[in-house]
């Protein structure tokens, strides 16, 4: 019985492949975290990437793929995985990082001298909707660090209003923060910190007195051993700390506090680059503080500014037009 697309994707079982493509992706994989010492998030997300494309190959072609069959496909093809990834909901900003991967991969392969395909190259990106970040204000910012009301131990709320603290403080992404142990905190004197961020990319990151008073609070309430290189934050059993529940608290304040469902943990480092630059901090050292690697990716916060800047000119202004 032939499977379907989306039973292949669901199902456990590793997807099927002709013997040297298998060894081929495995290859790609290994290249993509070690020589070019990609995140193991990246890593996942381009498996993840190769497998929904390999498993449509698999229905489309009826027969598991193999690189002859890579070195055949033509933009057609590729623009069909494109359509069905659409029609199970897909959204445009996923289907651009599925193409990406596949660039990628297919780039490799020739620089391997594995296959030469161009065809991935005639297939344009889908379009993706503008949006700009969405910050909370200087008021919301401060009231989801300082009012963590939490109903949890002692050192469960000292240890979120640390990470909190983290991210609009020092505009890390929850990653970052996680990622700290006791030897690379800001503590007993350390005012900067080493951040490895996307890409293996490093900077330093200044911390203000606030998070470092919080981060020693919450290591002085902490239950549990922590090893100078072991994670700096704990859950409630003692294993590293889950992204997921900084998200939960994040959510619980939010209610608590009746801001908007965009104050999300990733809000928090917006906020910080947004009221950075609303106090006429230089995009460039802005750029240096969250990581980026190009600067028009920091640019989108000049956006934010200016938009701001307009709603308070016309809720102001004597002539201005009220909606």
């Known amino acids: 019985m032939t499977q379907s697309l989306d039973e292949i994707l669901a199902g456990d079982a590793e997807l099927p492949l002709g013997g040297d493509l298998k060894t081929t992706v495995e290859s790609w994989l290994r290249h993509v975290t070690i020589e070019r010492g990609q995140s193991a998030a990246t890593r996942e997300a381009y498996e993840r990437d190769a497998r929904q494309f390999l498993a449509f190959l698999k229905v489309h072609l009826g027969h598991p793929p193999c690189l002859q069959d890579l070195e055949r496909l033509d933009a057609k093809t590729i623009r069909a995985f494109l359509a069905s990834r659409r029609k199970s909901g897909v959204t445009s ?11 990628t991969f297919f780039r490799w392969l020739e620089r391997e001298n594995t296959l030469s395909n161009r065809a991935i190259l005639q297939v344009a990106a889908p379009k993706i909707p503008h949006s700009i ?5 200087v008021d919301g910012a401060a009231s ?3 009012n963590n009301t939490s109903d949890s131990a002692e050192w469960i709320a000292a240890r ?12 890390l992404r929850i990653s970052e923060a996680l990622s700290l142990t006791p030897a690379s905190a800001p503590i007993h004197g350390r005012e900067v910190m080493h951040i490895t961020g996307k890409g293996g990319k490093e900077r330093l990151v200044p911390a203000l007195p606030i ?20 994670p700096l934050f704990r859950g409630a059993r003692g294993g590293p700390l889950s992204p997921r529940l900084i998200q939960l608290a994040m959510e619980k304040l939010r209610l608590e506090l009746g801001l908007p469902e965009t104050a999300t943990p990733h809000a928090l480092r917006h906020s910080f680059a947004t009221h950075l630059l609303s106090a006429g901090a230089d995009l460039r050292q802005i750029q240096e503080l969250l990581g980026h690697a190009s600067l028009s990716t920091t640019q989108v916060y000049t956006e934010v500014n200016r938009d701001r800047l307009l709603a308070v000119y016309e809720q102001a202004h004597p002539r201005a037009t009220r909606r």
């Open 144 to 146: 989801l660090v300082e």
């Open 133 to 137: 970040p969405k910050p909370l204000t």
């Open 93 to 103: 900003r996923s289907l651009a990082r599925s193409l990406s991967a596949l660039r």
């Open 160 to 171: 979120d209003t640390a990470v909190l603290l983290l991210l609009y403080g020092a505009g």
């Open 211 to 230: 998070v470092s008073e919080a981060i020693t609070t919450y290591m002085r309430l902490c239950p549990y051993a922590l090893a100078a290189d072991e």
